[in-house]
Every structure is written in structure tokens, then in C-alpha cells.
């Protein structure tokens, strides 16, 4: 059969990335932001906050079973995680702000998935060598010792690192201490063994073999994050009014040559892949190891830096027509960052307002509606609600429990034959409670009667109110 039965493939295989050691300012900036975020992942499930007896000592626990959020010295319940939806809002449109104004920082300096490829490429370099000698040791055919004591090692510290990751996320989920004992002595829940094996394996897997194809193929930022940009954006890119023609180009054989002496620096740094000379690419992240690479190149053949650098596309124009770039703060702060700015603290403030006035006392009044009402044997119309009331102190609070609306109606609790009831410290108590309206009375023979219940804290005399409705016998 001839080639025209046999379709190409569309399939092609990873080529391998093996990115050189770079050392410059982004560099630096990479290994700081690595090391603060690694470091806030890994320890703060370990930070301690004392909250009074009877509640949890992390200062940094979701706390799943109870339906609580504990943050330092807030603690969210599971009725106000509109204050979680808040916060995410918030890195929404703070991703958004960054994104629009130096393009993709987040992927290329803060992304977990960048974070942690540095992590395990820095090992990779630290067991197998720098580019040149892990490009040796993969092309090397023959299966030694020595290759199989690297890989070995490699890959045990790259497990270790994948076990650390897992442990830690599940440490955000209960007590720290006490689960790290249990998880080593078989003690600990399924869920948590299971949590912990899924996220090794996916580290392992993503920082270790997946990394670029991740950001490539499986991550749907890169797709939007145009929305975003516009010719204001700083991103990083190559000067090639400035460079070319490069060294080894045909052009530069017999004209001036460019600032590119083509030596692939910026493209062997590159944790991609890629050679920023082509142009924008949608694999670009922006980290800007490449600007490092070839700053110190430019510096070595005493050329001016900056012919890899953060350009914006409106800039690109200027610098062709030989103008200067506009100043940098001209590009962060234009109308669509600042719109994203105002937003983003807009959220802020309010966010912090509802935490600020936030009531001690919270309380919910459903009624019972099945029956609507029942008639009692003295003839009185008898209502029935649950009155469910948080009390969101630190000590066992007495709340007394009171109706408003019309006179004649009374009050009753069941189970006490008291107008208040204790709940305890940081604790919710559901109150059963009916309101009886005597014979004849109006709310007894009308169809419906607003009434208010009211709520007092009687050790501070904090109050609250819900309102809500009383069914009598109408026009039956
Ligand atoms: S590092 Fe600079 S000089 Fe070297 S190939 Fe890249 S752009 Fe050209
Ligand atoms: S081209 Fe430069 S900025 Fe883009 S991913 Fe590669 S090294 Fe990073």
C-alpha cells in the first residue's frame, strides 16, 4: 500500500525539557516567591490560636464535620460562606488585575503548578546535574548503575516532596498534631489516607513528568487570559527590530548584524521550551528566565540589556518608529486596571464591614406549617416554630426568648417551662417554641398576624429579631 493509505499521526510525543541553570533579578524573584508560598503551604496547618476551651487551637482549620471555617481570629459558620465566596472574588478579580497589567504573572512566578516544577526541577539539577549532563544521561542508552542510583534518587526525593504536599493539604482539615500521629500509626480516617495518596500521586506526576504539558494542554488559564490583555499589557518578548538579523541568520551574512548572537541561552532556560524569537506564544508564561538569560549575555558582549525585556504591544510600535517606551507606570495604571482595582477593593471593604458588624447573636425562625395551627381544648389557636439560635461567644450564654405582635399572645418552650434557654459556648441550639393566642382573641380568629420574636443575650443584653407570622382560624 502506498503512504496515501496511512494517515499521519496526530499524536506526538513529549519531547523532554531540560532547562539550564539561570541566574539573574526574575530568578531571584522566582526562588523567593517559591520559598514564602512553599513555606505558608507547609506550616501554616502548624500555626496555633488559642480560642478558649472547647475550640479547635489551629489557626488555620476547615473544619468540615462542624461546618466552621477558622481563620487566626475569625471564624466563618457554614451560613456565612458568602464571606468565602468574597475572597474568591477577590483573587478573581486580583488575578484579573495582574493578568491585565503584566500578563501572565500568576502561571509564570505563583501558579502551584509552576511552584512546584521549580521545586522538582532544582532537585532534578541537584542529583543529575545542570542541562547538558541530564541531557547526556537521558540520551545514554545503556541502562548502568550510575543512571539507575540517579534516577532512584531522584525520584525518591521527588516522592518525599509529593508525600509532604498531600500531608499537608489534608493537616488544613483537622488538628495537625494529632493527625500526623494518627496517619503514621493507621489510626487516621480513609478519606484522609485516600486525599493524601491522590495529591502525592498528582504532584509526583504533574512536577515531575507532566510539567509544561500541564500548562499546555490540561490548564484552561492561557485560553483566557487574552480577554485580559490588551496592547498596554506588559509581557515579555524580544526586541527584533533590536536583534536581528541574528549571528547565524542568511540575512546577516551581508547586512549589519543584530544584538542576537543566536546563542540559544534564552531558549535552553526556557522551562517551556520555546524560543521567545518566534513571537507571542500560548505557551509562554511569562516567567521571564529567558530576559535573564540573555541580559547576561548582552552583558557579556557589552550590548545593552533588555533585548529579551517586558514590552507592551503599544510600545513595540514606538520603539520600531525609533520613540522611547512609555514609562512603566503608564502601563499599570490605566482605566482597566484601575476599574479591576476599585472593584477588587470594593469587595475588600465590604467584606470587611459584614465581618466588623456581624451580630454575637444569630438566629433563624422557621415555622411549622403542618399543621398551620392546632385548635386546644380550652379553645386557644396554638402556632409552632423552631427557633434555631447561634451563639457565636466564647461562654455559655443565657438568651431570652420573647414575642411581640399582638398582646393577647403568649409564649412557651418546650422542654422548659423557663422564657429562656442556655446554649453553649460557640454552639447553635434548636429551640422548639409555641405561641398560643387565647379563645376569641384577635389573632386567634384572624387568618394571619404579624408577630417578632426577640432574642436577648441576658448577660449583655444584646438583642436580635426575626419576624414572622401567625395563623389563626380565619374564614373557616
Ligand atoms: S539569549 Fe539573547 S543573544 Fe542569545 S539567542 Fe537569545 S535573544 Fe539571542
Ligand atoms: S519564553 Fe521566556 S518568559 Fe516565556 S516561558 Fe520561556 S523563559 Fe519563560
Not at 276 to 303: H, N, P, S
Not at 316 to 340: Q, V
Request: aromatic share 12%; with cysteine; glycine share 6%.
Amino acid at each position: 500500500m502506498s503512504d496515501q493509505a496511512t494517515p499521519p499521526s496526530l499524536y506526538a510525543a513529549r519531547e523532554p525539557i531540560f532547562p539550564r541553570r539561570v541566574s539573574g533579578p526574575f530568578r531571584n524573584l522566582k526562588w523567593i516567591i517559591l520559598i514564602v508560598t512553599l513555606g505558608i503551604y507547609y506550616v501554616v496547618p502548624w500555626l496555633r490560636w488559642d480560642r478558649g476551651p472547647d475550640l479547635p487551637n489551629q489557626a488555620v482549620l476547615l473544619d468540615l464535620a462542624n461546618r466552621r471555617f477558622y481563620f487566626f481570629w475569625i471564624d466563618i459558620w457554614s451560613h456565612e460562606f458568602y464571606f468565602v465566596a468574597g475572597l474568591l472574588i477577590m483573587a478573581g478579580l486580583g488575578l484579573f488585575l495582574f493578568t491585565s497589567a503584566l500578563g501572565r504573572v500568576w502561571c509564570g512566578y505563583a501558579c502551584p503548578q509552576t511552584v512546584w516544577t521549580d521545586l522538582f526541577i532544582l532537585v532534578e539539577r541537584w542529583v543529575e546535574g545542570d542541562r547538558n549532563a541530564r541531557l547526556r544521561l537521558h540520551r545514554q542508552e545503556k541502562t548502568d548503575f550510575r543512571k539507575v542510583r540517579l534516577r532512584l534518587t531522584k525520584w525518591t526525593l521527588w516522592l518525599l516532596i509529593s508525600v509532604a504536599t498531600g500531608g499537608a493539604w489534608v493537616f488544613y482539615f483537622a488538628d495537625a498534631p494529632t493527625l500526623f500521629v494518627d496517619l503514621f500509626t493507621g489510626q487516621a480516617a480513609a478519606v484522609a489516607y485516600i486525599t493524601v495518596a491522590i495529591l502525592t500521586a498528582t504532584t509526583f506526576g504533574f512536577g515531575g513528568f507532566a510539567r509544561e504539558q500541564i500548562c499546555i494542554y490540561a490548564c484552561p488559564w492561557p485560553r483566557i487570559q487574552a480577554a485580559m490583555m490588551d496592547e498596554d499589557t506588559l509581557t515579555v518578548a524580544y526586541r527584533e527590530w533590536r536583534g536581528e538579523p541574528r549571528k547565524h541568520s542568511e540575512e546577516a551574512k551581508s547586512e549589519p548584524m543584530g544584538d542576537c548572537i543566536d546563542c540559544m541561552a534564552c531558549v535552553n532556560v526556557c522551562p517551556m521550551g520555546i524560543d521567545i524569537r518566534d513571537g507571542q506564544q500560548l505557551e509562554c508564561i511569562t516567567c521571564a528566565l529567558c530576559i535573564d538569560a540573555c541580559d547576561d549575555v548582552m552583558e557579556r558582549i557589552g550590548k545593552p540589556r533588555g533585548l529579551i525585556d517586558y514590552i507592551a504591544l503599544s510600545d513595540e510600535k514606538l520603539e520600531r518608529a525609533g520613540n522611547k517606551p512609555r514609562a512603566i507606570w503608564k502601563h499599570i495604571f490605566r482605566p482597566r486596571t484601575l476599574l479591576y482595582t476599585a472593584l477588587w477593593g470594593g469587595v475588600g471593604v465590604a467584606l470587611m464591614v459584614a465581618l466588623f458588624i456581624r451580630a454575637d447573636i444569630e438566629v433563624t425562625v422557621a415555622p411549622v406549617r403542618n399543621p398551620t395551627f392546632v385548635t386546644m381544648s380550652d379553645g386557644s389557636i396554638r402556632n409552632t416554630y423552631d427557633i434555631r439560635l447561634r451563639n457565636k461567644n466564647n461562654d455559655e450564654r443565657l438568651f431570652r426568648i420573647a414575642v411581640q405582635g399582638d398582646p393577647a399572645v403568649r409564649i412557651q418552650l418546650e422542654g422548659t417551662p423557663y422564657a429562656s434557654v442556655s446554649v453553649a459556648a460557640d454552639a447553635s441550639h434548636l429551640q422548639r417554641v409555641y405561641v398560643i393566642a387565647p379563645p376569641n382573641s384577635s389573632p386567634a380568629e384572624a387568618e394571619r398576624t404579624d408577630i417578632r420574636f426577640w432574642i436577648e443575650d441576658l448577660s449583655n443584653g444584646d438583642r436580635a429579631y426575626k419576624d414572622s407570622s401567625f395563623t389563626g382560624k380565619g374564614q373557616q
